[in-house]
């Protein structure tokens, strides 16, 4: 699921013995026969892969999170092209540097970032660092001004602007928590009381007359304030001052009242009791709201912007059909999130993204600041659920033109519209993806990454911002992840294959260009064994579509397989990168050398195949994507010699729900199956996730229904294995003890059940890794051989 981290956030680890200028060769031989507990130990025993490489500001060195030396934690490392020297990076030297994130001046001459709540600025050609804040309250989401004299930041509620040579601090919001209280209004009697005594007193009069003469005065001699704005509870964020420092634009959200929200009791603790972990509400509990507003400073007003006149925003989703009673009701303003707001450089548009909370519609408009009127520049609408590589993300090329991804033709691709004019482009085409996208410095230039070469590649490319010829930049076989260096001439690259972990190389930024490995990572135990290469290969599923699958065949078949059933659902793994699933991997490998063949598919609904793949399991999960799994089963008795009746299936969290509904819903194709982490009953996932695919369970219970394995129980006929841990609060274990008081009142008797008290969604323990695969293992020995 969701959850699950994609292949950018994760960082794996492998043990490098020695460190300074690192050149040595290893000969893949074979070692000692791999087992459970050799995969399953701390993965230090492999090699730390190096993580969050960046360029120094003047591009002279590169920095990288490393763990050579099998430390607890990972250190941060700099790399040196000119001398080739690899070393430590020490504390007070750390201490010195500016942070990788940060936001730079037009020219890319100056760079404004936050360290420990705090505002620093850095002259980047001479490295000089300046602390301009130094307070207990922390400060955040600093930015340069339009005509950057000035860094515009956040502090508790507010927007503040600091002058960067006189050092002046302006409140630029003047935004206050709660909701503004009413004077108690005089009744009648007292209203006429205070009249008559003015009345009867000349002195009472003229006392008043002259103290709201005072307080006229008082108030004409005060400088001006920013406007108080009250947040009526709901949390401010977004904030952002225009280039030309008119207009002060917020988002406002408010949380949906009244979910309950989950409760995961952690059983082994410090303290000897049973201590509650903090969870989630389950799919269909109140979504958060937002609300734009724009605050005009020169006229000390605030608009909210209306999205009552999108294009669409009353169109009812196609599955309400099936629901006669909700098609009957009056078509009403759907509510929408507001992804992101940005101003063009010079200040003279305002374009804004969108999203439906029903996950239908994606609109990219224009807002005039004046009015708070949209106008839309494009709309996107999907009747399973707007998404894909990129597609929340737009930035300026100009002052008129911005560019976006869209799924419009079936796969994600790059587009320009003239927010003047409305004139639309496609920049790229075809059947592949344009994953990651960036604007070169001088907005001339568009880096990219994607797939065209083969889905199961990811290279890197340029072209001109107009369009038309792409330049492959890279050309090792597998996953290049590129950093460019400040001066866009070189490209740090994190490069993995299908048996290699990730190390870092360097390359001129010119296509065929040899890259250079700074980094070697593995140990030498690893090294030794000689890791198989899966094949990539198509099956050509019931209904025609070829779904990409790894394949590994031993040299002398037992007749038994296994299929894998990768998690997350939107996620890819038969390709020909560093899995992130490398224990399975390894396991995969002593599956094979004991004789089994093991396949493991992108099913439906995985990344990197385009937007019918990605939507191919819209409202009904257990679909289109546990049929790919049992055309795979087919395809390895019809071409592989496989005995039909010694097939084994497994998984975790979404492949642990395929698993379930395998079991259940198709009996007799799979012999014995592992379902880890899995989800029992969509209704009892998160929101973000499930309504997207599944809708809300209150409006489609019918997709809920099909989808949620624990009503095909009754199905289960072979040998099943669950595996769950106890402190999981991503598909918390209640699922699976839903589950099991299920098969028992069933009067099923071929399947076990095992907790694991310390353990969340993604295990940390080798001891619980171990009996886990353990436990796997014996299944598939006793039930498949």
């Known amino acids: 699921m969701r959850n699950f981290c994609p292949k950018r956030a994760f960082s794996f680890i492998f043990l490098l ?27 230090k025993w492999m090699g730390v892969a190096p993580s969050n490489p960046y360029w120094s500001e003047d591009g002279t060195k590169i920095f990288f999170s490393w763990n050579p030396e099998k430390n607890t934690g990972d250190s941060l490392y700099v790399y040196k092209p000119a001398s080739k020297q690899t070393r430590k990076v020490t504390p007070l030297e750390r201490s010195l ?34 602390q301009l804040t130094n307070t207990v309250e922390i400060e955040s989401n600093v930015t340069f001004s339009g005509d950057e004299s000035k860094a515009v930041f956040r502090r508790g509620l507010n927007l503040f602007a600091l002058h960067l040579m006189t050092g002046e601090l302006v409140q630029l919001t003047n935004f206050l928590p709660g909701t503004k209280k009413a004077e108690a209004a005089a009744n009648e009697q007292d209203k006429w009381l205070k009249k008559d005594q003015l009345a009867l007193f000349d002195v009472l009069k003229e006392r008043a007359d002259k103290k709201k003469e005072g307080e006229k005065i008082a108030k004409s001699n005060q400088p001006k304030r920013p406007k108080e704005i009250y947040t009526n509870d709901a949390i401010l964020d977004n904030i952002v001052l225009s280039p ?36 989630r509400p389950k799919v269909g509990a109140a979504p958060n709201t937002s609300q734009l507003f724009v605050y005009n400073i020169k006229k000390d007003t605030v608009l909210e912007a209306s999205t009552k006149d999108l294009t ?69 609408r999907d009747e399973a659920w707007v998404g894909g590589p990129g597609s929340f993300w737009l930035d300026w090329v100009d002052n008129e033109t911005v560019i976006f991804h869209s799924e419009a033709t079936g796969y994600s691709h790059l587009y320009t519209v003239n927010v003047r004019t409305g004139e639309r482009k496609a920049l790229t085409s075809g059947k592949f993806e344009v994953q990651q996208a960036q604007l070169s410095k001088d907005k001339k230039t568009i880096y990219f990454q994607s797939n065209e070469v083969h889905p199961g590649e990811q290279h890197f490319y340029k072209m ?17 992840d590129v950093t460019l260096s400040p001066d866009e001439s070189k490209l740090l690259i994190r490069y993995s294959s299908a048996t290699k972990p990730w190390e870092l ?6 296509p065929g260009a040899a890259a250079t490995q700074i980094t070697q990572s593995l140990s030498p135990e690893f090294s030794s064994y000689a890791w198989k290469e899966p094949q990539i290969i198509t099956v050509k599923a019931s209904d025609g579509t070829d779904i990409y699958a790894r394949l590994y065949v031993p040299k002398k078949k037992n007749g038994a397989a296994v299929v894998f059933v990768h998690g997350a659902g939107y996620l890819q793994n038969a390709h020909k990168w560093w899995s992130q699933y490398f224990r399975e991997y390894m396991f995969h490998n002593l599956l094979v050398d004991l004789g089994y063949t093991v396949l493991d598919m992108d099913y439906r609904a995985s990344a990197g195949y385009g937007r019918d793949v990605r939507t191919g399991i819209y409202r009904f999960m257990g679909g289109k994507d546990l049929d790919d799994n049992v055309d795979g089963a087919k395809y390895l008795v019809a071409k592989h010699g496989i005995d039909a009746k010694r097939i084994g299936i497994y998984g975790g969290s979404y492949g642990g729900f395929i698993t379930l509904m395998a079991m259940f819903t198709k009996p007799g194709v799979f012999k014995a199956g592992a379902a880890l982490r899995p989800v029992t009953d969509w209704a009892a996932y998160n929101h973000p996730y499930t309504a997207n695919i599944l809708n809300e369970p209150a409006t489609d219970s019918l997709a809920y229904r099909r989808s949620s394995p624990i009503y095909h129980a009754a199905g289960l006929k072979d040998h099943l294995l669950i595996c769950h841990g106890m402190v999981d609060v991503n598909v918390h274990i209640q699922d699976s003890y839903r ?35 353990k436990r796997i293992l014996k299944l598939f020995q006793e039930r498949l051989k």
């Open 739 to 773: 589950l099991v008081q299920r098969l028992i009142e069933l009067k099923k008797d071929n399947w076990e059940m095992a907790s694991y008290p310390m353990e969340d969604h993604g295990f940390v323990e080798a001891s619980s890794w171990t009996d886990e695969y």
């Open 505 to 510: 190389y360097v390359q001129d930024a010119q």
């Open 97 to 130: 540097l500016p942070t990788a994130t940060g936001n730079y001046n037009r020219l890319f001459t100056q760079k404004l970032f936050v360290r420990d709540g705090d505002i620093f600025w850095t002259d980047v050609k001479t490295g000089q660092i300046r």
């Open 17 to 43: 013995p020695a460190l300074s200028t690192i050149s040595f060769t290893l000969t893949a031989q074979t070692l000692a026969p791999l087992t459970v507990e050799k995969i399953m130990r701390d993965p």
């Open 312 to 380: 669409g925003i009353n169109v009812k989703p196609d599955y309400l059909k099936d629901y006669k009673a909700d098609t009957a009701k009056k078509a009403t303003p759907r509510k929408v999130q507001f992804v992101s707001v940005r101003w063009s450089e010079d200040g003279k548009y305002l374009v804004v993204m969108m999203r439906s909370l029903d996950n239908k519609d994606r609109w990219i408009a224009s807002l005039d600041p004046t009015t708070a009127k949209f106008k839309v520049l494009d709309h996107l």
């Open 464 to 480: 001109a911002v107009t369009g038309g010829e792409r330049t492959k930049l890279t050309k090792m076989v597998g996953a290049n």
């Open 244 to 279: 030309t420092a008119d207009f002060i634009t917020y988002r406002a959200t408010k949380g949906g009242s009244g979910a309950k929200t989950a409760i995961v009791p952690n059983y082994v603790t410090e303290s000897g009791y049973t201590e509650d972990l903090p969870a």
